[in-house]
Every structure is written in structure tokens, then in C-alpha cells.
């Protein structure tokens, strides 16, 4: 399943903590974001819900917020949940409270006022708590509810992230009138050994195409998909499988390995987490929201003031597919570099000084596979080690070749990413890594190297596309044509005194054609307007 970019950016209000985005949703022409918000402190604790909306995903007004702490089931937060458009008219939130002694339980807010185009006020059921733990499992284990979904028995599910024993599962709840739930005698999905199972997300994708989907199609040529945020790992992973609506059952593809989290996908192998998609009523498209934690020090958020925030760039999920920016919604941009057929090897880098809110787009052609290094079996399961041990400036045959982003006019700080290529008996391996160990010099930061391997065939390819998106600390790569993304937060010590620098480079003995080099200046987006400069169709 491939990932594509629209524009966004969310950085949250001062004096605040965000965290993972509970209940993103489209309803009357108008985007809301909820999201976990400290309005206290920039440290976690004293989880509320805060909310902002859009028309266009690019300029956000901030609301009041729409869910505080004040009931006995939720005096110890507000913590995440969903959003679910009720046979398309009637919103609602499931969301997940904590008592007085820290035990989970799901609970239902509704819009006060449906004539209000923005959903302003949100009323607390007076049926909560609606959902308890039950006894075989831990009360403090049990949160975020997904998006419901319509049997075809009428019959309202949700499922719910728990832990039971060692293993990580999807608790499914029926109800009739979105107030009553019952536990369902098994669960929609559960793995051994993979601990507790956050913000789990569940919905379809066609196979076919590229529109999206809303919950629940089970014919035609469709897919589903069980992603869940590993708290363990703190990192998302999901499965591919299909829908058994008579058992009410996800059934991933692959059942060998399916226990063996290190062998399910990841929409970013880099700093990504607590990841929820929406289904976009409007284009008829499936977005993806997630949340991108702090690369610095508690201490450091306090003083600035803020900390974490929703994943820069919108992405819209397809399977078996590469798509465009859309141009309706990027953000205006000038190009700052047009370069076509240059060479590229060890000898030659070309530098263009650019914004730090920019879009690059470059495409490698290969030559002289036959040059590739040997893979060893064992880089497999660890591709990260593999990027650090054969970083950016260790020659190789194939690569490593790509861009060095957010760097110092001398290269004293610089993020790299970058491929190589590997020969595999009869097949080539590419290694995509994002190495910002060399990104400040400021020696606190949480600098990490990330990596994975694209599913590629350059025999047929000969190919290897890189588009990265910047947007000040966040640095979203797509390597393959979205075959994988690795998000990751930088802090350059040069960004208050300078201006940021973008390399193209090749340190393989085998020369590289650029094909394609393109880039562009991104204008911000704007946030903290006011609702009535939204231009809301009524």
C-alpha cells in the first residue's frame, strides 16, 4: 500500500502539549481535527481534547475545546478515540476515559448544536461509561476505540485496543443504538507477544483504482487493513487481509507470520506514531493523519513551549499505487530548482540553497547493476544498523546516492537520505535510509538513523524515484514512487543564522544519471485564523 502527500502543516498553539490526533473527520464540506492537547503545560498530562478545522486542509481555525476532564470517568484524561459521521448526518466521538484509579472505559460525546457548520460545543452522554474493561484483562490496557462501522444486521461495531496477557488484540463491541455495547465472544484480531495494541485503525481499501473507501465494503475487489500502534515499539505497524463479516473476524494474508510484528508493514519507518485515517466524504479518498513526537528534551519543550505535533504533510492511502501531489491542495510554491539529464557520481555534488519549508523531487536511472554489492541475509530484519553502518559517506558500488537536506553551507550539519543497491541472488535489494545523526550540532537531540527495503524490480525499473517534503524540524521522504515513507525531526543549530542548503550527491563507484531534479519554495499554512475566514459553504 503506497502513501501520497498533500500539504500540511499543524504545529499546535504555545503553551501546549499535542499529541496523537483521536478523531479526525469530514462532515458538511468542513475537515475537523481533534487531537490530545495538555492546555497546561508542554509535558504529557491533563489530557483534554482540543479541535480545530478547515475546508482545504491548509488554512485551520482553532476551536474551543471540545472535550476537558470533569466526569468521574474521565477526571484523569480525555484520552484518544474516534470520530464516526452516523449514516452520514449525526457525528459522534468514542473516546476513552481514565478514573481516579487510572482504569480505561469508552465513552460517547455528541455535537450540542448540528445547525453550528463548525460543531463548536460537545455534550458528554449521560450513558457513559459505555463501555468497561471485563475481567481477563487489565482496566489500565484498554483505549481508543476505532471509527464504528454497519453490519449488515444493522448492528453498530467498534474495536478497542487491549492487552490480554502478553498479547496485543482488537476487542470488537456490537450495539444497536450507538449507547449499549456488548463484547463480541471473539475478538476482531489478536497476536501473541506484541503487547499492548494503541489507536488501532480498521478499514478498507480497493484494489482496483484509487478512489478510497468508507467502512464497511466486503465485495468486490476490496482489502482490508488492521493497523495498530505498538506501545512497546512505539512505532505503527499494520496487516493486509480481508474482512470476515459472518465472524466478524479480520483475517490477515500471510497467516505464517503474522505473530512476528517485525514482519508487518509500516506506512513510516521513521519517527511516526498513533496514525488514524479518515474517510474524505467529499473526494471520495481515504487521509491519513499522524503524529510526529519530539527529537529534543522534556526540559526543551518546556522552554519553548510546545511539543509534538500532527504529522506535517496529509497523505491519501492507496493500494498498488503512486500518486501526484494534488493541486487543489498543495500550498502555493515557487521552484528554486529545474534540472534535467545531469550526471551524477562521486566526484560531483551540486548544492542550491532553498527554503526551509520546500519540496524536492529527483529521480535516479541507474546503470551497471551488475556492480552492486553482495546482500547478506542477515541486514534483513535491521535495516536502520544497516544505514548507520553503511552511511552516506561509505563508498559502495550502487549508492549510496540522493540528497543531503537541511545542511550547513560546509556540510557540518546535514540530514542524509539516501539508496544502495544489493545484488541477492537473482533479484536486486534497495536500502532506503534517512540518517539525520549528523543533523544539529547540538549533542542532546534524539538523532537516529531509519532505513527499509523497497519492493522493487529494477531489472524492469531501472529506476528509483525520491520526493522529500521539508517543513522546518520535519523531513517526510518517499522513496519508489511511496513505496516507503521515513519521517523524521531535526533541530540544525545553523537554522537561526543561515540559510539551509540542499546537496545532491553519489558515493558509489558506479555513476548515476539524475533524470529528474526538481524543487520548490512552499508558502506556510495558516493557522489560529478566525472560523468566519473559512469560507464554509452553508
Known sequence: MNRSANSIDLRQMEQTQMSPSPGPMYFNGVYHLFYQYNPNAAVWGDMHWGHSVSVDLINWAPLPLALAPTSPYDVNGCFSGSATVRRGTHPAVLYTGVDA????????????????????????SGHNPLISAGDDFEATNFRDPTTAWVGSDGLWRTAVGAQIGANGTALLYRSRDFVRWERASRPLHSSSGSGMWECPDFYPVSVVGVEGLDTPPTEGEVKHVLKMSLFETHSDHYMLGAYDAARDAFVPEGEGAVDDYRAWQRYDHGKFYASKTFFDAGRRRRILWGWLNE??????????????????????????????????????MSMCVDSDNSQNNSARQQSQAVDSVAYVEVDFQLHDLERAQTFDPTWAMDPPRLCAEQDASVQGGIGP??????????????????????????????????????????????????????????????????????????????????????????????????????????????????????????????????????????
Request: some cysteine; aromatic content about 10%.
Open 101 to 124: 484509579n487510572y482504569e480505561q472505559s469508552q465513552n460517547l460525546a455528541l455535537p450540542a448544536n448540528l445547525s453550528d457548520p463548525v460543531l463548536t460545543n460537545w455534550t458528554k
Open 401 to 538: 546516492f540522493g540528497l543531503l537536506v537541511l545542511a550547513s553551507e560546509k556540510l557540518e550539519e546535514h540530514s542524509a537520505i539516501f539508496f544502495r543497491v544489493y545484488k541477492d541472488q537473482n533479484a536486486y535489494k534497495v536500502l532506503m535510509c534517512s540518517d539525520q545523526r549528523r543533523s544539529s550540532l547540538w549533542p542532546e537531540l534524539d538523532k537516529a538513523a531509519y532505513g527499509t527495503f523497497l519492493d522493487m524490480n529494477l531489472e524492469k525499473e531501472s529506476k528509483i524515484s525520491l520526493r522529500t517534503l521539508i517543513d522546518h524540524s520535519v523531513i517526510e521522504s518517499f522513496g519508489g514512487g511511496g513505496r516507503a515513507c521515513i519521517s523524521a525531526r531535526v533541530y540544525p543549530s545553523f537554522f537561526s543564522n543561515s540559510s539551509a542548503h540542499l546537496y545532491l550527491f553519489n558515493n558509489g563507484s558506479s555513476s548515476t544519471t539524475v533524470s529528474r531534479l526538481k524543487a520548490w519554495d512552499m508558502a506556510g499554512a495558516r493557522l489560529n485564523i478566525r472560523v468566519d475566514e473559512l469560507s464554509i459553504e452553508h
Open 295 to 332: 527529537s529534543d528534551s522534556e526540559a526543551d519543550d518546556v522552554a519553548k513551549g510546545w511539543a509534538g505535533i500532527q504529522v506535517s504533510f496529509v497523505l491519501i492511502l492507496c493500494f498498488g499505487c503512486s500518486m501526484s501531489i494534488d493541486s487543489t491542495m498543495s500550498m502555493s
